[in-house]
Structure formats: structure tokens, C-alpha cells
């Protein structure tokens, strides 16, 4: 049986024998999870419903660090009974229904791309007073009570020190040297906060994962990461860079002041934040996102959703570890100078070949595509811009970045030699985290590596301000 027929089938057991699905299209983002916009006819009328499932519709491999999308549902019932902003859970997907993990919820209109939420001008009344709202949202999460309301038999209770740990270790299974991420790592292990009393973690809180209307917050969306932990970790998370998206001068989501976050959060909690607990966790949200960005290629390299999305997303690692220059040993640096990219005497030229498969992915297939294809067009011809700054810059950037090695080391060898003996290094607190060298060589590097890979990003202008 087909997908849209097991569908049929479980709307017409939902909702009764005269339903008709209409239409299943799968919306942009979400590329841990997949969500649907389900639109059904009913008694002559049609209704929209939404749909999350695993990617691909595969079982989930157990993991309790992803309590899994039948607990992510039992939270956003949690979170809408403490007076959270949520869909109406409807049904969750058992194996008999064919469709693999997930639930069938009620649609809520509001917007949930986090560049539109900053730009949208039906928003303009309600975003100065959004880093609010959050702050008021996130401290009614906080306040569920784990033990009253079951969650605690489903979720994993991580303290701070093993949190950074847990992922030190994750990026180290990748088997890739990044020695910003294990420079971050260790200041971030040199420097926890004090340990508290567990509250309920939403862990992916952020400009992107909530629904907004002109009234306000409307839903907090994507559960699938939470735990019992440190709350401040969801303040943190909302103000890193990354969810920004481009205004870094309003830390909290890219709208709102990180005063204005807390004094939510305080109103609704009578609860006082220190701002530098804050700022520990915003500096650990660049290193988790840098490690998650790795972890998509991985992801990408065994399946089981192949998608063009992931791969481009893992390049993305290098704007998290330029966040954690910034946060961390920010400072002057000196970018390469391009070089002609033309990589052989043929005509075309290599370059030229890849121009022309992304003007043809941006151009001729977004202009006939729609929903999902036409976003992955666009991800897919912002892939070849990052091979073609690679052709440029790649060669001058790997040079120096071989010179500051071997002075660094004192060693010889090829690059990738060399930064795994610093990698090796600074994980055996070889290096101390104030040596100025090795400040200077981090930051040249990251930023020149974020130059190829996004220069547009907000942190890399903030890198060059310094």
C-alpha cells in the first residue's frame, strides 16, 4: 500500500468513512524530522490537519538522549495543560497505520520561518514585544512539574558537565579534527555554572521552532530534543547566533533584546537569571549547533534521507565555531585574497560548469517547482556557490593555515597531519586555552574557513569588525 493510500485510510478511521485526504505535501525545513500539511475533505468542506513523522518514516533507533516523537506528542500535551501555546495532539501513529512514528495534530495558522517572523510586516506590532512573550512562554515550561506529569519516566536527565561531555565525545566519534569545537569544549568544561534542580528542557527553543501570529506566540513546535536538565539552556539557545538570522544586534531570536527575555521570564517565574549563565549557554549553543551541523554529513553519508539538505547544512559547522571566536577570543584577523578558480584550460572551464548547473537550479528549476523541490534547488545551487569560493580561496587559506600550524607545532607534514596533532593536543590540555598563538591561529583559520562557506553569515562580519 502506498503512502497516500495509508493516509487515506487512517483519515477515514480519524474522522470517519466520508473522508477524503485531498492533499499531503511536505513543508520545507525539518531536516531531523519530517512535517506534513494534510488537507482533508470533510462533509463536502475541506480541513487542514499537520502531520510530524520520522525522516523517511523509519523506526526510531532507540536513544534516550530523543525521547521520540510518541513522547514529543505527551510533552506538547504537557506544555498546552501548564498554559504553553499548542496544537490539539488528534492521534498518535501506530504501527498498524504504516506510516512509521509520528502523530496527527491540528493546524494552527501563524508563521514559523524564522527570517519571515523578523521581516513579515503583518508582525511589525508584535515583534518588539516577542523577546517578552518568550521569556514569559519558556518559564511556564519550566515551571511543568516532571514527576506530576509522567515525563520524568520518559525523559533523560542530563547535568550540564555531562552535557558538554556527551557531545565532546559525539564530535569525537565523527572523526574529523575541528580544534575550535575541542577549544569550546574545554572552556566550556573550565567554566560550568552551578549545578540546579532538573526542570523539564525543551532544548531546541528558538526563533524557527515557534509559530507566530500578530497576536503572539502561537505554538512551540519541535519537543524532539528535550530532557531534564539546566533551564537556562533554553534562554541561551534562543539568543545564539545562528537564529539570528542576520540581526545579530538582537541577540534574543533577531528580534529582541536579551534584557527583554529575562524580565519575561522573571514576570512569569518571579525567578532572577544571571546574564553570565546565560552567556555560558549561548557559548555552548554555538558549540552544540557546530557539532549537529557535522553530524548531518554523517547523517547525509548513511542515510536513510539523502536529501541535498543535509550536506549543506554540515558546511555550516564553520558559522558556530566562528559564533565561539566571537564569544570567546575575538580579536583581529586577516583574510586570503581570492585567486582565479579556474581549475583547467578547457573550455568550459571547471568553474564555468559549475555556474552553469546553479543557474540552472536557481533559475529554470525554483521557476518550475514549488513547496519542497523548489527549496532544495535553491540549497543545492548555494552547495556550488561553496565549491566555487573553495576554487578561489581554498588554496591560500589551506597554506597559511599550514605556515601557522607548523610554527605553532613546531612539526612538519600536510595540513590534515597538522590539525589533527593540534586537535590531539588541545584534547590532552597541551595547549593552554590563553596562549595567544594559538588564539590567533583559531581565528584566522575559522574566519578564512567561514569566508568559503558563508560569507554572508552575520558572525563573520562581526569577526572582521574586531
Not at 411 to 426: H, N
Not at 440 to 454: E, K, W
Request: charged share 25%; aromatic share 6%.
Amino acid at each position: 500500500m502506498t503512502f497516500d493510500a495509508r493516509l487515506d485510510t487512517l483519515m477515514r478511521r480519524l474522522l470517519g468513512p466520508g473522508v477524503k485526504t485531498v492533499h499531503a505535501e511536505r513543508l520545507s525545513g525539518g531536516a531531523s524530522q519530517e512535517t506534513y500539511r494534510l488537507t482533508v475533505e470533510v462533509d463536502g468542506s475541506q480541513q487542514v490537519l499537520a502531520m510530524r513523522r520520522s525522516a523517511g518514516g523509519v523506526d526510531e533507533v532507540k536513544d534516550p538522549r530523543r525521547p521520540g516523537l510518541a513522547v514529543e506528542a505527551k510533552l506538547m500535551v504537557a506544555a498546552k495543560e501548564a498554559g504553553v501555546p499548542e496544537p490539539e495532539i488528534l492521534h498518535v501513529l501506530e504501527p498498524s497505520d504504516g506510516l512509521g512514528p509520528g502523530f496527527i495534530m491540528e493546524w494552527l495558522d501563524g508563521e514559523t520561518l524564522g527570517a519571515k517572523i523578523l521581516r513579515a510586516p503583518e508582525l511589525d506590532s508584535v515583534r518588539p514585544k516577542l523577546a517578552y512573550m518568550c521569556g514569559q512562554v519558556l518559564a511556564k515550561i519550566h515551571s511543568i512539574d516532571p514527576v506530576a506529569s509522567g515525563l520524568d519516566q520518559h525523559l533523560d536527565v542530563v547535568t550540564t558537565e555531562a552535557f558538554v561531555r556527551r557531545l565532546w565525545e559525539q564530535y569525537q566519534l565523527l572523526e574529523t579534527a575541528q580544534p575550535m569545537i575541542d577549544f569550546s569544549a574545554r572552556w566550556l568544561l573550565d567554566n560550568l555554572p552551578p549545578e540546579a534542580e532538573p526542570r523539564l528542557v525543551h532544548n531546541d527553543f528558538r526563533n524557527g521552532n515557534i509559530m507566530v501570529s500578530p497576536d503572539g506566540v502561537t505554538a512551540v513546535l519541535d519537543w524532539e530534543l528535550a530532557h531534564l536538565g539546566d533551564p537556562v539552556r533554553d534562554l541561551g539557545w534562543i539568543c545564539t547566533n545562528s537564529w539570528r538570522f542576520g540581526r545579530r544586534d538582537f541577540p534574543v531570536g533577531g528580534f529582541g533584546q536579551r534584557e527583554e527575555l529575562l524580565a519575561g521570564y522573571e514576570e512569569a517565574s518571579g525567578v532572577r537569571i544571571d546574564p553570565a549563565h546565560v552567556h555560558f549557554w549561548e557559548v555552548f549553543g554555538s558549540f552544540w549547533w557546530s557539532v549537529g551541523c557535522l553530524g548531518m554529513a554523517e547523517q547525509w553519508r548513511n542515510g536513510p534521507d539523502r536529501t541535498v539538505e543535509r550536506p549543506g547544512i554540515a558546511r555550516r559547522s564553520s558559522e558556530c565555531q566562528v559564533d565561539c571566536v566571537n564569544l570567546l577570543i575575538p580579536g583581529p584577523v586577516q583574510v586570503v585574497e581570492p585567486v582565479d578558480p579556474s581549475s583547467s584550460t578547457d573550455l568550459p572551464r571547471t568553474d564555468e560548469l559549475l555556474v552553469s548547473v546553479r543557474d540552472f537550479l536557481r533559475e529554470d528549476v525554483r521557476q518550475a517547482t514549488k513547496g519542497r523541490n523548489n527549496f532544495l534547488a535553491l540549497v543545492a545551487s548555494n552547495s556550488l556557490d561553496i565549491v566555487l569560493r573553495e576554487l578561489e580561496l581554498g588554496p591560500a587559506h589551506l597554506s597559511g593555515e599550514k605556515a601557522r600550524l607548523s610554527e605553532l607545532l613546531g612539526s612538519s607534514g600536510d595540513v590534515a597531519s597538522l590539525r589533527w596533532e593540534l586537535t590531539r593536543a588541545l584534547r590532552a590540555g597541551d595547549f593552554a586555552l590563553d596562549d595567544l598563538a594559538l588564539q590567533a591561529h583559531l581565528r584566522t583559520t575559522v574566519v578564512n574557513q567561514v569566508a568559503i562557506d558563508q560569507p554572508k553569515y552575520s558572525g563573520y562580519a562581526a569577526a572582521l569588525a574586531h
